[in-house]
């Protein structure tokens, strides 16, 4: 199986910064893809930015310019720099990895436990 741990969340004045990490272990044959998403109180869960194992990062709009994701591939570790941070940003934030556990198995979504960020005015 696979587990994945997150950590780095937490409170902070708006302007201020976070860095989110998420560690994947277990049975990993390849990832094919990394992210986070984030989820407010009643809200649905939306994306915040995806790193593919190959080609380029993808990013929500409300982001771009202030979060940066990035992945230590040797580690099975996903990074999200959080920068200028709003009210808005406040949210559950979850990290995803989209694993095959072996060599004939088909990709899958694993889903963190989620850290909360607070960010106050």
């Known amino acids: 199986q696979v587990q994945l741990v997150e950590s780095g969340g937490g409170l902070v004045q708006a302007g201020g910064s976070l860095r989110l990490s998420c560690a994947a272990s277990?049975?990993?044959?390849?990832?094919?893809?990394m992210g986070w998403y984030r989820q407010a109180p009643g809200k649905q869960r939306e994306l915040v930015a995806t790193?593919?194992?190959?080609?380029?990062?993808n990013y929500a709009d409300s982001v771009k310019g202030r979060f940066t994701i990035s992945a230590d591939n040797a580690k099975d570790t996903v990074y999200l720099q959080m920068n200028s941070l709003k009210p808005e940003d406040t949210a559950v934030y979850y990290c995803?990895?989209?694993?095959?556990?072996?060599?004939?198995?088909?990709?899958?979504?694993?889903w963190g436990q989620g850290t909360q960020v607070t960010v106050s005015s």
């Open positions: 790193i593919p194992s190959a080609g380029i990062t």
């Open positions: 995803y990895f989209r694993i095959r556990t072996h060599s004939l198995s088909t990709p899958r979504d694993y």
């Open positions: 277990g049975s990993i044959f390849s990832i094919n893809a």
